[in-house]
């Protein structure tokens, strides 16, 4: 098909060729992981027409020459715009129930000396759900006096920025038991109206900060749970290979790593054994 007969009526505003796509998506692949099929085109084409027009350019053609001169003063726009953020609070649910009544146990259990216990959300997307994990930890009532902490890491600064400060609208947090809602969320008033902010005894639990699962990662663990729900289904085998290994090396002997519900490990990776509803161990 010609670049032309491949355009549809929403590719009007600005000239988005095979060669400009091939060109972002080859981008996006090396630089995140995130592989974009076919069918990805036209939402690339609307996220990143916004940014051409704030740039002032005229054309994909323009804005891919922009990046060729200087990835890196682009790269980190191309990320946030590329990426895709889905999330809700408690979202598959078993995952938050399992940690309640069978991993927190063995945890405490078996960390009872130091009293210590970390979990990792890689791809916190907005902060819904480490902010799950961190209601689920203070309503356990086991960790009282523990060093409990969650770290919260995401490719996007934009939704790590909106992680961090805990304020979400109405609509997302309508399907929060009205006990918790009570208990671990401030209204907001005035200007804030229909807002709600996550209480400070949560927010203090959490370390926010931006992190690309592909490149080096800073902290030692080892990690008592990682849960990397709903992130490697963008990636290509090959990428999830080398990070469930790397997932295998950060993980505590004891611990648990949660994925997400159309994810698998069957073929990836050895290093794990699924308990059931993808929820796994190491082996
Ligand atoms: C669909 S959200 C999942 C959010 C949450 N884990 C959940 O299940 O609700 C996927 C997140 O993965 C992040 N992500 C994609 N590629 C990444 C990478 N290479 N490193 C870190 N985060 C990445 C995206 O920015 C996005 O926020």
Known sequence: MSDAAAMTADEREFQFTD????????????H??????????????????RRIRQLGLDSFAAYCQRIENDLDSELGELVN??????TSFFRENHHFEHLTDTALPEIVAHNAGARRLRVWSA????????YSIAMTLAESGQLSGWDARILAT?????VVAKARSGVYGDERIQDIAPQRLRRWFQRGGGANAGKARVAQPL??????RQLNLLGPWPMQGPFDVIFCRNVVIYFDKETQRKLFARYADLLAPHGYLYIGHSE???????QFRLIGGTIYKKV
């Open 81 to 86: 715009a590329i990426t895709t953020n889905l």
């Open 264 to 270: 698998t490990l069957f073929k990836i990776s050895e």
């Open 123 to 130: 791809g916190c997307s907005t902060g819904e759900e480490p």
């Open 203 to 208: 927010r203090d639990m959490i370390s926010f």
């Open 19 to 30: 060669r400009d796509f091939a060109f972002l998506r080859q981008i996006a692949y090396e």
């Open 32 to 49: 995140t992981g995130i592989t974009l099929g076919d069918t990805k085109r036209q939402m690339v084409y609307g996220r990143l027409a």
């Open 154 to 158: 995401d490719i996007d600064t934009n």
